[in-house]
C-alpha cells in the first residue's frame, strides 16, 4: 500500500525575501596579475583579435596578463551540432581545461580569472571556488564608456 507522506521531514528552506549583494571585484593596484580566459565557438573566426583586445583593455586598466586560455566549441564533427551550448552549464568550459586554468593560476599566483564571455551568478562562484581566485567576466569588470 501507498503511505501517506510524513510531515516530519525536513523543514521548507526560509529564502530572505532581499537579494543577496555580490561585492564587485575591482581589479586590485597596477601591476596585477589575471589569467584571462576566453570562450568562442567555431564560427567566431576572429577569436585571436578578440582576446588580443580584451587583454588591452586589461592592461589600459592597470592589470597585467599573465597566461591566456582559449575553449573553442564546435571545432570537432561531434561539437558542431551543440556549437551555440557550453560544455558545462556550471563551469562553461570542459572540466579539463578548468584544471589547466587552475594550475596556471597557482603557477602564477594570479590576482584574478577574468572571463572574455559573460558569466551567471553560479558559474561565477562555482569558477571561484574550483579555481582558488576570483572569476569575473570582462563585461561586468571593466566600465561602459
Known amino acids: 500500500m501507498h503511505q501517506p507522506r510524513r510531515r516530519d521531514r525536513r523543514p521548507a528552506r526560509r529564502v530572505s525575501s532581499a537579494p543577496a549583494r555580490r561585492q564587485a571585484f575591482r581589479i586590485p593596484a597596477a601591476g596585477a596579475d589575471v589569467v584571462l580566459v576566453g570562450y568562442f565557438s567555431a564560427g567566431q573566426k576572429d577569436f585571436e583579435s578578440l582576446m588580443e583586445s580584451a587583454a588591452t583593455e586589461l592592461a589600459a586598466h592597470g592589470a597585467r596578463v599573465a597566461a591566456q586560455f582559449v575553449?573553442?566549441?564546435?571545432?570537432?564533427?561531434?561539437?558542431?551540432?551543440?556549437?551555440?551550448?557550453?560544455?558545462?552549464?556550471?563551469?562553461?568550459?570542459t572540466y579539463g581545461k578548468v584544471r589547466e586554468v587552475a594550475l596556471a593560476c597557482e603557477r602564477v599566483d594570479a590576482d584574478a580569472v577574468i572571463f572574455a564571455a559573460s558569466l551567471t551568478e553560479r558559474q561565477r562562484r562555482t569558477l571561484t571556488s574550483m579555481l582558488g581566485c576570483p572569476a569575473e567576466s570582462l563585461s561586468d569588470l571593466l566600465p561602459a564608456d
Not at 74 to 83: E, I
Not at 84 to 91: A, C, D, M
Open 71 to 93: 575553449q573553442r566549441r564546435g571545432v570537432s564533427d561531434g561539437g558542431a551540432r551543440k556549437m551555440g551550448l557550453p560544455y558545462s552549464s556550471r563551469t562553461l568550459l
